[in-house]
């Protein structure tokens, strides 16, 4: 009885140390890559990046912490402090506001000169997306269609002959600069009366030219509410406002610990378009779904994550 007890006892140690063993084997598995701080900017577009990128690097084995709904050069200074290690960035907003450089409307040349100078900052700038989030000029599809417009020159010329039959919608900030109202006349040759020009804030816009409060408005090219309310993006045929794709922007000393980190980054820029963004934008904004199922659905849909 007693050789029967002791036998029992010594194989139950056995087993405990087997499963002990294998906890703990199954705890190295389960272990993070590393600690990675996700920014973003408060607005619709970087919420959905920020999810995206959040919810993929975990499923890449990444312990990931998020700082969101940051302001535009308040997300940039914690990158270069340090404070964040990566953030989706315009290259348009990096080079006029960061880099105080002249405005590039090109994409490609525009990503080539941010990624260029922001080394010499020790920030690396991963693959430009296909999605621009620049000005975009408005207006219904229908009325667009039934006048003819499918470009900013044909609403020019439209302009010139019937400059008082257009109501356009503008914020304010876009009336006054000269990048703005102002550059966009002098490139095209037109000018519409200041009467005919309605300023509102920049939320109002898009629901005033869906209800005709005004014929065209300004607005931004992958905003979910142009595809929600049937709108025109007509094209800057005559290349006026600035390049605006997104891209992750990485601190250099993080790439350099974790150089995966790269490649899976470059992966979501590569199945991000303008389609994609506005959709998913219209997705937040338009059906009012939450932004994490949003975001972990699409990433599904790509067959980037199970």
Known sequence: MKKFSLLFCVALLACMLTACSSSESNAGSNASKGKITVGGKDFTEQHILTQITSIYLK????????????????????????????????TGTALMVYLKEPVETDPDKAYEKVKELDRKNELEWLNKSEFNNT???????????????????????????????????????FYARKD?????????????PAKNVVKMDTGLLYNSLKEGQVDVAVGFATDGRIKGFKLLVLEDDSKFFPAYNGAPVIRQEVLEEYPELGDLLNELS???????MKDLNYRVDIKHEDINEVAKTWLVEQGMID
């Open 59 to 90: 499923e890449k084995g990444y312990k990931v912490d998020e700082a969101s709904s940051m302001g535009s050069t308040v997300a940039r200074s914690a990158l270069e402090n340090g404070q964040l290690d990566v953030y989706w960035e315009y």
């Open 135 to 173: 000005y975009a000029i408005l207006m219904r599809e229908d009325y667009a269609k039934e006048l003819g417009i499918k470009s900013i020159s044909d609403l020019a010329d439209f302009i010139k002959k019937n400059s008082s039959k257009l109501k356009f919608g503008s914020n304010s900030e």
């Open 180 to 192: 703005g109202m102002k550059g966009l006349e002098k490139k095209y040759n037109f000018s519409l």
């Open 270 to 276: 590569d199945h991000l378009d303008a389609d994609t």
